[in-house]
């Protein structure tokens, strides 16, 4: 039987993920694939760490260079994380024809291009499933199962910490900083938690499904970002009492050749299938011409669905080594697409504004709108203290910029105490 | 570039649909698969007939012959269902070296066996995205990108004609007879709806979802089949007023080495993922050891769905004839595992009994079902009239022969007038 040998870089918790799920069951993996499936480095910044998985002793290592001039290891595990060394590995990886399989989000939203452009020279595979949605098999689907369609639309809860915060603040009414601090304790937010609540984490998936379901290549700083930090308990209580629920959602559409990549809080019905989508659980939502809707649900992130995206991925390419088929499953970017201007979009809107409780205030504002193409759906009036109304509006679809030049005008009215919320509708 | 040249057999709601799809933008299918499809034969029973399609007359033909004997014919897209002569000709086609595509899934849960040990000889493709669920890709995601799980349960709704049935009955309160008659009207349900209704239908798509997540053969008589026809709308609402959902369920579970799979309508909870599912969508839940909970969710049937998951095959193959790699996916059944009998299965039960509405006949029943081992979760007792009172019982867990004994005797009691319904609880 063949045996297939691979280096995994970083021992993190994901690393770690992968090393158990490979030594669980040695002889599985020669069922499953046919091969021996051998971890002969792991490369780690501190080797004498200790740590959750047991490997000999002379497979830890902290030197690149005993990896990358073995002609032995076939494939290259990076699950590092983060731009540099992982890009230099990676690159280096490809260049000498080893097969790479990775989990690194920010690499292939910010490089994806060099990466993919240098393993389609060199022949080799590139696979990278667990980069977004963690175990949840969606990079392979589109890839794959629905290669047939042209897809319309990728909307999608790929932040699993912003989610539960989001989930805790709808059904326990929590603020944000109490929902965040909660997200903490439990481990699923970082010290640090801006990549998450500002939306980048999302923002550099978006870009990724994005290439992938339309033939262009979608970057992190072609995605327009807007994170969660401005939700407020009472917006996510409008939200239900107009039948809504608030997400944080990756779109990514195309209409008429143009293509739009965004990220950002939205009311989507609560009957969509994404609003029952709670805590830290992901779910992305495809539409294809042909396929219609789909929904892919799970764990978005976690060292063992995480671990079993990059382990399926390793198998695929041990399967393509053996049939000498690496390199099957190339770049798809072959088209060359327009980004729609975040200005052109085309949505509808919730708002939440602050006014001074007295006749004729509500006409005015509507006549504003009114002005600017912008139509209400409905509104909710209810009366604050110190003669200030709270007003929310859900609008039809109207052009962002025509919005944001109503509000502007709106804004400086003597009437106008604070536009205290936007929040965008999705309703498809 | 490479040509690639296919048959299709049959030309019927799908065929049709796989005929619009390759036919809309060729340009398209060079770029995503680097070669010209080209549709060279199409099998019909009557070539004269009119179509939804236009294609050449010497491509559309009534004679196997023609496609068989045709050496530059590489892909066989069976689309005709049924067991003969779909059987015969995939069994010629794969004799023969060529792959083959198909949506059959009672050839596959029939005679899927013998098809796989063929395409295995031959080194061919075998690819069926399509037997199960329609458009959703689940077929190749438990094949690849979930590979490296042992799978623990699949569980589904997937059959789209009896969830809208039930959807139908559900929400609106409507009659078994009178929403099958709705969904005939919508063409959901055929003229003899026996093969959806009575769950032969799911009970095929599970023993392949079964056999490719447990890599043990299993065929559509290894499965349980119980269909929809004897739920009342009654047992809906009491369903509602408990917290649960009725769904047609399949599902397969394997437990310290035992299979089982079984097919038949199932409490869910109403916060379940499978509890949203409505109308004729359908959804697969999967449990993996490393990935946990995931869902795949989307259109199970119709003509441009299942031509997607059809195509989506076909582009498949076309990349490993273009690398040489047909057979890389090969038969996944390499185990040989025990099947549970249908009474050792453990689960809770919903039971609704029409009992003489007189004091102490509760402490009887309840008495019965202590002696067997079933202990009661929750108790709802309405008066009907003429003296009867209508009971609803929720169980705990317990074996299915327990239950079963206990009903025998309840059954035979004089205070007992009916066992009005017995249906099973899945809570995860």
Same mark, same amino acid.
């Given at each position: ?9 970083g ?6 993920g992968? /090393? ?9 993996w020669?069922n499953?694939?046919?091969?021996n499936?051998?971890i002969?480095?792991?490369l780690?910044?501190d ?5 959750d ?12 260079? *005993? ?5 032995e ?10 731009i540099?060394?992982?890009r230099t ?20 939203a ?7 452009e240098?393993s389609?020279a060199a022949? $080799?595979?590139l ?16 890839k794959?199962?629905?290669?047939a369609?042209? &897809?319309?639309?990728v %909307?999608g809860?790929v932040?699993?910490?912003?989610n539960y ?8 009414g929590?603020?944000?900083a109490?929902?965040?601090?909660r997200?903490? *304790?439990?481990g699923?937010?970082e ?8 939306g ?5 998936k978006?870009?990724?499904?994005a =290439?992938?379901?339309?033939?262009t290549?979608?970057?992190?700083q ?5 994170g ?5 308990p009472k917006?996510?209580?409008?939200a ?5 629920t608030v ?12 293509v739009?990549?965004r990220?950002?809080?939205a ?7 994404l ?6 659980f992901?779910?992305?939502f495809?539409?294809?011409d042909?396929v219609?809707?789909t ?6 992130a ?6 079993s ?6 198998i695929? /390419?041990?399967?393509? &080594? ?7 499953? =190339? $770049?798809? $970017? ?5 980004f729609?201007? %975040?200005?052109? &979009? %085309? ?20 006549? &504003?709108?009114?002005n600017?193409?912008?139509?209400l759906? =409905?509104?909710i009036?209810?009366? $604050?203290?110190?003669?200030i109304?709270e007003?929310?509006?859900i609008?039809?679809k ?31």
């Amino acid at each position: 039987m063949e045996k297939i040998e691979i280096a995994i870089l970083g021992l993190g918790n994901v690393g770690q993920g992968v /090393v158990k799920i490979l030594q669980e069951n040695t002889e599985k993996w020669r069922n499953k694939c046919g091969a021996n499936i051998i971890i002969k480095k792991v490369l780690v910044r501190d080797p004498a760490k200790k740590r959750d998985v047991s490997l000999p002793p002379d497979v830890v290592t902290g030197r690149w260079q *005993e990896i990358i001039s073995d002609p032995e290891i076939k494939i290259i595990v990076e699950v590092m994380g983060g731009i540099e060394p992982a890009r230099t590995y990676v690159m280096e990886a490809l260049a000498k024809g080893k097969n790479v399989v990775t989990a690194n989000k920010d690499l292939l939203a910010e490089h994806g291009r060099e990466l993919f452009e240098k393993s389609q020279a060199a022949g $080799c595979d590139l696979y990278f499933e667990a980069s977004v949605a963690g175990g949840i098999p969606i990079i392979n689907p589109l890839k794959q199962s629905l290669i047939a369609n042209n &897809i319309e639309q990728v %909307m999608g809860i790929v932040n699993g910490t912003t989610n539960y915060i989001l989930t805790r603040m709808t059904q326990e009414g929590m603020g944000f900083a109490d929902a965040l601090k909660r997200a903490q *304790e439990l481990g699923y937010a970082e010290a640090d938690p801006t990549a998450d609540v500002e939306g980048y984490d999302a923002a550099r998936k978006i870009a990724i499904l994005a =290439s992938l379901a339309f033939h262009t290549r979608v970057t992190f700083q072609d995605v327009y970002v807007e994170g969660i930090t401005k939700i407020r308990p009472k917006d996510l209580s409008y939200a239900r009492e107009l039948g809504y629920t608030v997400k944080l959602l990756g779109i990514a559409r195309e209409e008429s050749g143009q293509v739009e990549a965004r990220v950002h809080p939205a009311l989507i019905p609560s009957s969509h299938p994404l609003a029952n989508v709670y805590d830290s659980f992901n779910a992305v939502f495809v539409r294809g011409d042909a396929v219609g809707e789909t929904m892919f649900f799970g764990r978005g992130a976690g060292q063992m669905p995480t671990g079993s995206a990059v382990v399926g991925d390793i198998i695929e /390419v041990v399967k393509n &080594i053996e049939k000498g088929s690496t390199g099957r499953l =190339s $770049c798809t $970017c072959y088209e060359h697409k327009a980004f729609k201007p %975040m200005g052109e &979009i %085309m949505t509808k809107y919730y708002l939440r504004l602050h006014v001074i409780d007295r006749p004729g205030v509500l006409a005015s504002i509507a006549g &504003i709108f009114g002005n600017h193409g912008v139509s209400l759906a =409905s509104v909710i009036q209810k009366n $604050c203290e110190d003669g200030i109304a709270e007003l929310v509006v859900i609008t039809h679809k109207v052009r962002e910029n025509d919005i944001q030049d109503a509000l502007k005008i709106i804004r400086e009215l003597s009437i106008t105490k604070e536009i205290a919320n936007l929040i965008r509708v999705e309703e498809n």
